[in-house]
């Protein structure tokens, strides 16, 4: 590979199959400076024609969205049908690093692709093989859609209102993620190096590590019906309310501290004495008395100025941008979101990847090839053979000459180290007994600290396996000195801290790369480290707020809803461990680290890129269509036998309409002139809502899905997250795992969505007890004695027992 200033120049990647995971999986590749070929059949790939088309001068209009997908890629006809064709394809993936395969699994075991053979031509590839619902299991010939994989997911059952339906959008959420779920593994093989590895990725269970913590309070037992339009268990309030200029404003309270602060602006002192209220989820269960106390008085004051209140009291209140708006919203400017998009002579804006290595950052934009009749010379021919990423041997686990000093907590950072470490990193978790994760919980009263219930959480269990865990007070310059020593061994640094922690300890990237030139760092701010909003307090939700996604989902006139309980916190993990990998195959090539700047908001444009790139070529958004969908005609959620049981029915072409009709025993509708297009369907689209309905409400979910995909219909029922641990195709391909640990027993841990056998990567070991491998660490890599690690102990810089609430406060006065 030759070394530029781009983060993956030289790599060379072939992209085939279509579908906008393997695009999105390409694109990132392409953005970052990989020669990426994307294979198309003559005519160009279907996706051409979808959505927003734009005119490119002297062609067929193209698909805007599909030009954003493609920036920087290179277009390769080739009829796959053809065995010479599959030839021509074939020295051309000889010749390259990396394998983007979006077919179906029954091509990818025969014929001159198969890759098997490909394997044995070019032993280096490194093969990530998509799939909707991976490539062993019940549902592993399932027809699918974005919105059935995702309700199958557990990602559509609890949003909306109470009664139903459920409330979905339609498209480009499912394929986002399992776009970046691919990229990491594909990642990882080049970073393994030596012999070639190939990966298949189930987008299914890509879109179920969005549910794991739903799934996880679950098992703790708090609520798990749907409780209404932005009400998601256990925050309140969180939600999206009308300001005095008609604009949105976003709102998430999480602690008691946040709930006294609200509930002053409110004159709601009354409800913030009351102890029971310092329990988020009660405020939940209590929401209908609640919100008419202070939902009028957001009227009393406009979005902008709610914001600057939120900022004086350190409330997570943001602007919920319409598509106009985000479109001219000074944080993004200021950060150059948004890029030119080029295709043919064709322009308009869209979102940059937003892997922000600052040395090594993404093209801005780019060009997205046209349909090209050409073939493309083999990449051993120009090059002289097949590029090697790294001269090691690969064995055993991708990445387990790599380690990671982690320094995150709660979901987003610990997301990006759990990834890695499940691909055989060793990553060396930081807690202290003053300060533990976030996600161990807030109780910290004498009797739960005797009981060790921070031991307990199931979320952070889920997050935080496979990692050695320490505990260091960083209060202390003692355990500030620590921390530098572990960096000296370590590849990369993660934290996900407010920007201004790290610099006040002596931990910014500015003072650890003194220490380690070659450090890499990955910081995790909600809006960037600069701009006016980089003091804003976030969570998950008020990244999904931020984005804009809530104004496009339900119908018009309906209030803005969140889809999510707090989605920016895994899409920020998934891109976080994409951007860090991209970093640490650039440093593992030329030397250099870098430190990485991820905007976890700019993580969310990527998924309302398409309704974006809409208003920035027609100047509008077209109005909410609920759970309708552009272009496939009937598409909805229906109500099934049962006590709130759905499923969700998409019929994406004209055939699969004809065998719907054949399948609900309706032949007068499957030969009827009048509905053999979409367009003629719209026109009576009420209608066919009405007796799809009527025939899923006599039967079960379950039954009606099986009816439906064995007539090759997409449809998907709704799978509660709560469900998940007992859905049949996640239990027959082994994704959920038992594991045993001190304090809980054995308990479930998920798969990651990648492995390179038919079985997942192993949960090697669960998440860590509180300062578990103090000894194993500071012995093993900072070759301390034994009385030295007693002298810490003793000196409270480590430990092993979180400090009660009295002793943190006293800790507090006595740091001042």
């Given amino acids: 590979m030759s070394v530029t200033s781009e983060a993956l120049a030289g790599v060379s990647v072939v992209e085939i199959g279509g579908g906008g995971a393997a695009s999105y999986c390409g694109k990132l590749f392409a953005d970052l400076g990989a020669d990426v070929f994307k294979v198309e059949r003559p005519g160009g790939d279907p996706s051409r024609q979808e959505g927003v088309l734009v005119e490119v001068g002297g062609q067929v209009p193209q698909s805007a969205t599909f030009a954003w997908l493609n920036t920087n890629k290179t277009s390769v006809k080739a009829d796959l049908g053809s065995i010479a064709q599959q030839e021509d394809v074939r020295r051309l993936i000889e010749g390259c690093d990396v394998l983007i395969d979006a077919r179906p699994v029954e091509e990818s075991r025969n014929g001159p692709l198969a890759h098997s053979r490909l394997m044995i031509d070019n032993p280096q590839l490194v093969i990530v093989a998509l799939s909707w619902f991976g490539e062993t299991g019940p549902y592993k010939d399932f027809v699918a859609t974005d919105a059935t994989c995702r309700a199958l997911a557990g990602l559509v059952n609890l949003i909306g209102p109470i009664p139903g339906p459920p409330v979905m959008l339609p498209d480009h959420q499912a394929d986002i993620v399992a776009g970046l779920s691919a990229f990491v593994p594909a990642m990882a093989g080049l970073l393994a190096g030596g012999d070639g590895r190939r990966f298949s990725v189930s987008m299914h269970e890509a879109n179920v590590t969005l549910a794991e913590y739903q799934a996880a309070l679950g098992f703790a037992g708090l609520p798990t019906d749907r409780k209404g339009i932005n009400r998601l268990a256990p925050t309140y309030p969180m939600g999206v309310y009308a300001c005095a200029d008609d604009a949105w404003l976003g709102v998430t309270v999480v602690t008691p501290v946040q709930w006294r602060k609200f509930c002053e602006l409110f004159g709601m002192e009354a409800e913030a004495a009351k102890p029971e209220y310092l329990v988020n989820v009660n405020r939940l269960l209590d929401a209908d008395r609640l919100e008419p106390m202070f939902v009028p008085k957001f009227r009393e004051r406009t979005a902008d100025d709610w914001v600057q209140i939120g900022l004086e009291h350190r409330l997570p209140f943001v602007i919920v941008p319409t598509m106009k708006q985000l479109l001219k919203q000074k944080v993004h400017r200021e950060r150059s979101a948004f890029a030119p998009v080029m295709i043919g002579n064709a322009c308009f804006e869209a979102p940059i990847a937003p892997l922000r290595l600052t040395a090594t950052p993404p093209r801005r934009g780019g060009r997205a090839p046209l349909p090209n009749s050409n073939f493309v010379a083999p990449l051993r021919n120009r090059n002289g053979g097949a590029s090697n990423a790294i001269s090691q041997a690969a064995s055993g686990l991708p990445l387990a000459k790599l380690r990671i000093v982690d320094l995150s907590m709660g979901w987003a950072g610990p997301l990006v180290t759990r990834q890695l470490a499940d691909l055989g990193a060793d990553v060396i978790k930081i807690e202290s007994c003053q300060y533990t994760d976030w996600w161990r919980g807030v109780d910290f009263s004498p009797g739960a600290v005797a009981r060790r219930t921070y031991e307990t959480r199931p979320a952070f269990l889920v997050m935080n396996r496979n990692k050695r865990g320490i505990t260091i007070d960083l209060t202390l310059p003692e355990g500030v000195g620590l921390v530098r ?28 790369r003194n220490e380690k030139p070659d450090l890499l760092m990955l910081s995790m701010p909600s809006f960037g480290s600069n701009g006016d909003w980089a003091d804003i307090r976030a969570y998950g939700s008020t990244l999904e707020q931020a984005s804009g996604l809530p104004t496009l989902t339900a119908e018009n006139g309906q209030t803005p809803t969140m889809t999510h309980l707090a989605y920016g916190d895994p899409i920020g993990g998934l891109n976080g461990a994409a951007a860090l990998l991209a970093g640490l195959l650039h440093r593992q090539r030329t030397g250099n680290g870098q430190h990485i700047d991820l905007s976890q908001v700019e993580c969310m444009l990527p998924l309302v890129a398409p309704w974006q790139i809409e208003q920035s070529v027609t100047g509008g958004v077209a109005s909410r269509r609920g759970n309708r969908h552009p272009s496939y005609v009937p598409h909805g959620c229906f109500r099934c036998e049962g006590d709130d049981q759905w499923i969700v029915v998409a019929i994406t072409d004209d055939d699969m309409w004809k065998r719907l009709c054949d399948a609900l025993g309706l ?22 809502e009405q007796i799809i309905a009527n025939w899923t409400a006599t039967r079960s979910a379950a039954d009606a899905m099986s009816a439906l995909q064995a007539a090759e219909v997409a449809a998907g029922l709704l799978r509660s997250p709560f469900e998940l641990i007992n859905d049949p195709h996640l239990v027959a391909r082994g994704f959920w795992q038992r594991t045993l640990r001190e304090h809980v027993g054995e308990h479930w841990q998920p798969s990651a969505p990648f492995r390179e056998e038919k079985s997942p990567y192993p949960v090697r070991w669960p998440a860590p007890t509180l300062g578990e491998y103090n000894s194993e660490v500071l012995q093993e890599l900072l070759g301390m004695t034994d009385k030295e690690i007693e002298r810490l102990e003793a000196d409270g810089v480590i430990g092993q027992v979180a400090f009660a609430a009295d002793r943190r406060k006293a800790r507090a006065v006595a740091s001042d």
């Fill in 667 to 688: 032949d007068a509708l499957g030969s009827d002139p009048g509905l053999k297009t979409a367009a003629q369907r719209r026109r009576r689209e009420n209608e066919l």
């Fill in 485 to 512: 020593r572990l960096v000296k061994s370590a590849d990369a640094v993660v934290e996900n801290y407010s920007r201004s922690v790290l610099p006040k300890l002596g931990l910014d990237y500015a003072t650890l």
